[in-house]
């Protein structure tokens, strides 16, 4: 199978982050670290690739190579950084299309992952936006992926979901997802090409060994820019975004007010007068 995994490098610490005149984080001189989220859709593409490849690509400032290269270390096969000033203040929707543009030069893949949220931003809409400008079927806040394929052969990535897997086995090649939902979980089939969102600490991602930091240091890193993607000037980054922040606020917890019940009696008089 051919994987893509879309991720993003966050700031690592909140401390000195500043804000510029559109309200955009300013990541000159910040130190940044892979999004947990990330790291779980990176090591379920290492676990579900087989004899396939895995390729990872982000979007943001030259300085990410650095932090790819580690991914290239753990495994992955190919490590693409999209950066050109043009993306600079790109929201979630800029984003997408940037992503989608580089899907489109680079794929077809038979699953992209991406993580369900960024922390720096909380939005978790990028994937889903990746989905419908691909025109693809996306599943979201997944905890568990199982690739099933018709001939009967499974690269089980949960095994304790054996019970399952020979209904799956008659099913259409695909992925069996794991969802999070409030009340619990669901069960549903993906079928190749879907973008799936996984969420934060669903797979631990693996350390580098020895032999994959020496691989790593063959491999290169493939830089895009916008005209390498065929993408206008304002159709990315600030110029390319319907949205807008206009203001940013910093709210503190306040201290909560309780009454403490010191007989049973006096308990169950307040349980009364709640429920009616």
């Given at each position: 199978?051919k994987?893509l995994v879309c991720v993003?490098?966050?700031?690592?610490?909140?401390?000195g982050?500043?804000?510029?005149e559109?309200h955009?984080?300013?990541r000159?001189g910040?130190i940044?670290?892979?999004n947990?989220a990330d790291?779980?859709a990176?090591?379920?593409?290492?676990?579900?690739?087989?004899?396939?490849?895995?390729t990872?690509?982000?979007?943001?400032?030259a300085?990410?190579?650095e932090?790819?290269?580690e991914l290239l270390?753990?495994g992955?096969?190919d490590a693409?950084?999209l950066?050109?000033r043009?993306f600079?203040g790109a929201d979630?929707?800029?984003?997408?299309?940037?992503l989608?543009?580089?899907?489109?030069?680079?794929?077809?893949?038979?699953?992209?992952?991406?993580?369900?949220?960024?922390?720096?931003?909380?939005?978790?809409q990028?994937?889903?936006?990746l989905?419908a400008?691909?025109?693809?079927?996306?599943v979201?806040?997944v905890?568990?992926?199982?690739?099933v394929k018709?001939?009967?052969t499974v690269a089980n990535?949960?095994p304790?979901d054996?019970?399952?897997?020979?209904?799956?086995?008659?099913?259409e090649n695909?992925f069996w997802?794991?969802?999070?939902v409030?009340n619990?979980t669901?069960e549903l089939?993906?079928?190749k090409?879907a973008v799936i969102?996984?969420c934060e600490y669903?797979?631990i991602?693996?350390?580098?060994?020895?032999k994959?930091?020496?691989?790593?240091?063959?491999k290169?890193?493939?830089?895009?820019s916008?005209?390498?993607?065929g993408?206008?000037?304002e159709d990315?980054?600030?110029r390319g975004s319907?949205t807008r922040?206009?203001?940013?606020?910093?709210?503190?917890?306040?201290?909560r007010?309780v009454?403490l019940l010191?007989?049973?009696?006096?308990?169950?008089?307040?349980?009364?007068?709640e429920?009616d």
């Amino acid at each position: 199978m051919k994987l893509l995994v879309c991720v993003k490098y966050v700031p690592s610490a909140t401390e000195g982050i500043r804000m510029d005149e559109n309200h955009s984080l300013v990541r000159d001189g910040v130190i940044h670290q892979l999004n947990v989220a990330d790291e779980s859709a990176v090591e379920l593409a290492l676990r579900l690739r087989g004899e396939g490849s895995v390729t990872v690509m982000s979007m943001g400032k030259a300085e990410l190579e650095e932090g790819m290269r580690e991914l290239l270390a753990k495994g992955v096969d190919d490590a693409v950084l999209l950066t050109d000033r043009r993306f600079a203040g790109a929201d979630t929707y800029a984003t997408a299309r940037t992503l989608a543009g580089a899907v489109s030069l680079l794929g077809p893949f038979d699953l992209i992952l991406c993580g369900r949220r960024a922390v720096d931003g909380e939005t978790g809409q990028v994937p889903a936006e990746l989905a419908a400008m691909l025109g693809a079927p996306c599943v979201t806040n997944v905890i568990a992926v199982t690739a099933v394929k018709k001939e009967g052969t499974v690269a089980n990535c949960r095994p304790e979901d054996t019970s399952i897997m020979e209904r799956l086995c008659m099913e259409e090649n695909g992925f069996w997802c794991t969802r999070l939902v409030e009340n619990g979980t669901m069960e549903l089939l993906a079928p190749k090409g879907a973008v799936i969102s996984l969420c934060e600490y669903s797979y631990i991602l693996r350390n580098a060994g020895i032999k994959g930091r020496r691989e790593a240091g063959r491999k290169k890193v493939r830089v895009l820019s916008a005209g390498e993607l065929g993408i206008a000037g304002e159709d990315c980054g600030l110029r390319g975004s319907p949205t807008r922040v206009k203001r940013v606020e910093r709210q503190t917890a306040g201290r909560r007010h309780v009454k403490l019940l010191e007989k049973v009696e006096e308990l169950a008089e307040r349980l009364k007068e709640e429920m009616d």
